[in-house]
């Protein structure tokens, strides 16, 4: 069983950054982003996978790449999303997910909500 805590949520304008947090208790084989806003399906945002030799793959929703940045730390099971230039839309729960190493489980953090104003 792995456990996701997140910080890093908050309320901003347009325009601003924010970085969000995310670690895990154990070995995960990739970890990523989703997000929830009211009224809406949860929605894939980015995704990192550890490779061999500290090598990542990095995967992002067209609706943020050239913002957002995700990036993180195999060693230490932690990942970030460095989210900039924050749109009103971009208002929602965000989410921490993971798959074990190994096992491929997934896991869900309990959320961290990112409100942007106008």
């Known amino acids: 069983q792995v456990q996701l805590v997140e910080s890093g949520g908050g309320l901003v304008q347009a325009g601003e950054s924010l970085r969000l947090s995310c670690a895990a208790s154990?070995?995960?084989?990739?970890m990523g982003w989703f997000r929830q806003a009211p009224g809406k399906e949860r929605e894939f945002v980015a995704r990192?996978?550890?490779?061999?030799?500290?090598?990542?793959?990095?995967k992002y929703a067209d609706s943020v790449k050239g913002r957002f940045t995700i990036s993180g730390d195999n060693a230490k099971n932690t990942v970030y999303l460095q989210m900039n230039n924050l749109q009103p839309e971009d208002t929602a729960v965000y989410y921490c997910?993971?798959?074990?190493?190994?096992?491929?489980?997934?896991?869900w953090g309990q959320g961290t909500q990112v409100t942007v104003s106008s």
């Open positions: 990192i996978t550890w490779r061999t030799w500290r090598a990542v793959v990095t």
């Open positions: 997910n993971a798959n074990g190493s190994g096992t491929g489980d997934d896991y």
């Open positions: 154990g070995r995960t084989s990739r």
